[in-house]
Nanobody, 113 residues
Framework: QVQLVESGGGLVQPGGSLRLSCASS????????MAWYRQVPEKERERVAF???????VYAPSVKGRFTISRDNMKNEVYLQMNNLSLEDTATYYC???????WGQGTEVIVSS
């Protein structure tokens, strides 16, 4: 069973930055499309960004230009660098291997002054 473990969330002021990490135990990580999602209570989970095995990326319009997804296939890790954070970015962030059904437990990001 693949385990995904997120880390790096926390409290940050508007305009600040955070870097989220997700470590995968999967042996086929290098072939997985990896994605970051976020969710706030009573709203649907939103896909923030995803990255293909070779590094191709796609971003949600709401984060394009502010967030950067990257991966290290040697370390089995995917990252989300979040810059210029706004109050609307407050959410629990999850990583997932798209289409394979594995999710992390989430890491909370709170943007507040």
């Amino acid at each position: 069973q693949v385990q995904l473990v997120e880390s790096g969330g926390g409290l940050v002021q508007p305009g600040g930055s955070l870097r989220l990490s997700c470590a995968s135990s999967g042996s086929d990580f290098h072939t997985s499309i990896m994605a970051w999602y976020r969710q706030v209570p009573e709203k649907e989970r939103e896909r923030v960004a995803f990255i293909g095995p070779s590094g191709g990326t796609v971003y949600a319009p709401s984060v394009k230009g502010r967030f950067t997804i990257s991966r290290d296939n040697m370390k089995n890790e995917v990252y989300l660098q979040m810059n210029n954070l706004s109050l609307e970015d407050t959410a629990t962030y999850y990583c997932s291997d798209m289409g394979r059904g594995h999710w992390g437990q989430g890491t909370e990001v709170i943007v507040s002054s």
